[in-house]
């Protein structure tokens, strides 16, 4: 039972991290909370469903068609609706409530268009899984497991890499400084958007190898996302990743012994906590401080 | 009336502030001064109880008022205006000056909810007191302007009537004439004369020596955060050590 | 007509709601995300008294009431250490928590199967159980509440709310403490928001935790946003105009799986579109910087 709950919780952890590893670049670029991460999330699992089980496209081409027509949202989200605000100087709450509204709007759409019922992406029986260290593991499950990690290292590659992921930490660390050695900071946006969105499309179809899809899984993923985030430390990309991991195990072990209904409630425990207590997460990044 | 001693504040490892003391006397007026960068603002913050002190103690007329919150100290007696303006922006310029003066009961939850006739006496006395503050500082007319709208030289002057409303035991200035025309300066330091006609202490922030030099009865200057010289301006101004600070930089 | 007078009387617990979330938001400046919660504390204490106890109505709304000041006061403890969007997080967070207690334990609140057959408020021994008289009932506590709120801040104490929505520092600077008065505001926003949930828990007969999910704090938000942030008239105007809405979508004849989610749609649709051009609302007189 111990030995479930932990392969759960590294499960849940991984695309935990994903999801607060997109966030966090994007939250890197343009330092608000982009809460509509979540409905790209659950546009990703959308469509792969049309594509793969709609309309019997090769599986990896539909999930790869997902995961980049899901980056083309994101960039869209940002262009349509956080653009004309950062025209403006607008503060942070502003796009979160702006973020909250494209979430409604687009989570709302995705349920005019399938359906409140619950989809899946699982074809065919159940089949078996291996055993492993006393516990069972599907193929399903190693298949998200180790996508993840590809993804993860997919991931610092880019960012500590190449010269895109090098501008992304120069924008985010002194956007001025960054325009004066001639990097445009709106293209760099773009580009962080197209990533992150891209890891929570990829995050919503590999949940959905395992889970059901429905209109309302972006919700609580991106609340996930967030609490992994700053558990981490806002801001920081391994901290996402530990975030990530750290909430999908302690969640799951906490609910070891009590019902399994309040793991939500144990991770937002975690948040308020972090947030009052540890603000700067694990790793405790420089949270900005008001002038006085 | 004000000592400052042994403050110490570091942030990052950079010491902001180091091992600051001086002794502000009753109804002077004293200028604290340097290059941008110095520790200026900092120690302000500290006084004011915005930004707690590593080290060292702040004390008023005898009592410490390091620990105490920023709200306390202000009700001790030290009124402080900001470097970067702090007003309320989307409330009326009276509003502005109302917020700084005080009340018996009228401000509280009950007097409020039930509307007490207290409560109605004393906003009408304040709201004369306030009209008196605007015309003192010639912003009579814009009354009921809100107070983003107004000119840069008007919100230092609403700032200053709202500090005043306050009737603070001592002033802290923070650059009280920056970015302002000359007449405007002129008219703000003819205000800080008049304040301390009136009994009243000033400490101000200014960075730059020379304007001082008129004013000031006493000019104490900081460099990196450490005090390298206290005195009269007319010592200070052959001060080598003065010179050197200043030179080395930009400013001046 | 009568479904016209449940329309009003719906209307009217959310103008509760919407002016009570203005003192904190629109006056006071603090993001908070999760009133629904003080409304879900409120039904569920009176629904609970009047089953289990068979305590009056009467005595139960203020019980209810009290109950969600005590949750408002837990609620301050953040705004006093957070800004902006991680407060609204904050209070987001704390709206869940109380959301998934209601729903998951199952021993005091029946979770998600309800609590059905709540009895209706009554005078003299006649229950109030038609409509109009519903209606009256709710416009008394509106009106109590719109005196209230108006009288709190149309005054001094008033004033230095603005004050602190507008500039905490410089209003610690003048000497406010401005700790007491965010308690100060969450305890009444709360203490109201607590009526508007056991008005509608006697009115309805049966609550169960979808009625305060985080969507119906997001439009309590909205109503206060389009309303007019720092606008009581603006609450009125905000509440009422977001609940007609969704009923002009029925006469349409669309069916509820349609309209349901067409109503959060345009409710999302109006967020963005007020956050992009209109901050302050119709009748506001505050924008969110």
Not at chain 1, 192 to 221: H, Q, R, V
Not at chain 3, 226 to 248: C, D, N, Q, R, T
């Amino acid at each position: 039972m111990l030995k479930h709950l932990i392969i759960n919780g590294i499960l849940s952890g991984n695309i935990y991290a994903l999801l607060a590893i997109g966030f966090t670049i994007i939250y890197r670029t343009v330092k608000y909370f982009h809460f509509a991460h979540g409905v790209v999330y659950a546009a990703g699992a959308y469509l792969a469903y049309t594509l793969f089980i709609l309309l019997n496209i090769n599986p990896f081409i539909s999930f790869f068609l997902s995961i980049i027509i899901a980056a083309i949202l994101g960039v869209a989200i940002d262009r349509f609706v956080y653009f004309p605000l950062r025209k403006h100087k607008t503060s942070s709450l502003v796009f979160l409530l702006a973020s909250f509204g494209v979430f409604i709007i687009l989570q709302n759409l995705l349920q005019l268009i399938f359906g409140a019922q619950i989809l899946t992406l699982r074809t065919g029986p159940v089949k078996e899984g291996h055993h492993f260290l006393g516990a069972v593991i599907t193929d399903n499950q190693i298949l998200i497991i180790v996508s993840s990690l590809v993804l993860f290292f997919l991931c610092w590659l880019f960012i500590q890499k190449t010269k895109f992921g090098k501008a992304i930490r120069a924008v985010s660390d002194d956007p001025i400084g960054a325009r004066v050695v001639g990097i445009n900071s709106e293209k760099i946006i773009m580009i962080a958007f197209a990533i992150g969105s891209a890891l929570a499309g990829a995050a919503g179809i590999l949940i959905s190898l395992e889970t059901n899809i429905e209109p309302t899984m972006g919700m609580n993923a991106i609340l996930k996302g967030i609490i992994a985030s700053i558990i981490g430390g806002i801001g920081s990309i391994p901290g996402a990743l530990f975030g990530g991991l750290f909430l999908g195990l302690a969640e799951n072990l906490g609910i070891w012994k009590i019902q399994a209904v309040w793991k939500d409630t144990i991770a937002f425990i975690i948040l308020i906590v972090f947030l009052l207590l540890r603000p700067s997460g694990i790793i405790g990044v420089k949270t900005e401080k008001e002038k006085i | 009336m004000l000592q400052v001693q042994n403050l110490c504040k570091e942030f990052d490892g950079i010491k902001a502030v180091d091992d600051l003391s001086f002794t502000i006397d009753e109804n002077s007026i004293v200028a604290l001064v340097g290059p941008n960068g110095s520790g200026k603002t900092t120690v302000f913050n500290i006084i004011s109880g915005f930004l707690g002190a590593d080290k060292g103690i702040v004390v008023l007329d005898g009592k410490d008022i390091s620990s105490m919150s920023p709200f306390k100290i202000a009700r001790q007696g030290i009124g402080r205006t900001f470097q970067n303006i702090r007003l309320f922006p989307q409330i009326s310029v009276l509003d502005n000056v109302m917020l700084g003066l005080k009340y018996k009961t009228g401000d509280r939850f009950s007097s409020a909810l039930f509307q007490s006739k207290r409560m109605k006496k004393e906003e009408v006395e304040n709201t004369r007191k306030a009209e008196d503050l605007l015309k003192f500082a010639g912003l009579s007319e814009k009354r009921n302007a809100l107070a983003e709208n107004l000119s840069h030289g008007q919100r230092k002057l609403l700032e200053l009537a709202r500090i005043l409303a306050l009737e603070p035991k001592i002033f802290l200035l923070d650059e009280p004439i920056a970015g302002l025309f000359p007449e405007t300066k002129r008219t703000m330091f003819g205000l800080i004369r008049k304040l301390k006609e009136s009994g009243k202490t000033i400490l101000f922030i200014e960075h730059d020596l020379h304007s001082v030099m008129d004013i000031a009865e006493k000019i104490i200057v900081l460099d990196h955060g450490k005090k390298i010289a206290e005195g009269a301006p007319e010592e200070i101004i052959k001060n080598k050590e003065v010179l050197k600070a200043y030179l080395g930089k930009k400013s001046l | 007509m009568e479904y016209l007078i449940h329309i009003l009387i719906v209307a009217g617990i959310y103008t509760i709601l919407t002016l009570s979330l203005n003192l904190i938001v629109g006056y006071t400046g603090l993001a908070a995300l999760g009133h629904i919660a003080f409304a879900c504390i409120g039904a569920y204490a009176s629904s609970l008294l009047a089953l289990n106890f068979g305590i009056s109505p009467w005595i139960g709304i203020i019980v209810g009431a009290i109950l969600a000041s005590i949750l408002g006061a837990i609620v301050a403890y953040p705004s006093l250490k957070l800004k902006g969007d991680y407060l609204a997080l904050a209070t987001f967070g704390l709206g869940v928590i109380v959301y998934s207690i209601a729903k998951n334990w199952v021993g005091l609140t029946r979770g998600p199967m309800g609590l059905p057959g709540i009895p209706s408020f009554s005078i003299f021994g006649y229950q109030i159980s038609n409509v109009w008289s519903y209606l009256i009932l709710v416009l008394i506590f509106v009106f109590i509440t719109y005196q209230a709120i108006r009288n709190i801040t149309n005054s001094p104490f008033g004033r230095i709310l603005k004050g602190i929505r507008e500039d905490e520092i410089a209003s610690q600077a003048m000497g406010k403490n401005v700790n007491k008065y965010k308690l100060i505001v969450f305890i009444i926003g709360a203490f109201f928001a607590g009526i508007a949930g056991s008005l509608y828990a006697h009115y309805i007969s049966f609550i169960d935790p979808s009625s305060f999910t985080v969507m119906e704090s997001i439009t309590v938000l909205l109503m206060v946003v389009f309303g007019g942030m720092g606008s009581l008239k603006g609450s009125f105007v905000g509440a009422f105009l977001l609940v007609i809405l969704p009923e002009l979508l029925r006469f349409l004849g669309m069916p509820s799986s349609v309209a349901a989610p067409l109503r959060q749609m345009i409710y999302g649709l109006l967020l963005v579109i007020l956050m992009i051009w209109r901050p302050q609302g119709l009748m506001g007189k505050y924008k969110f910087k």
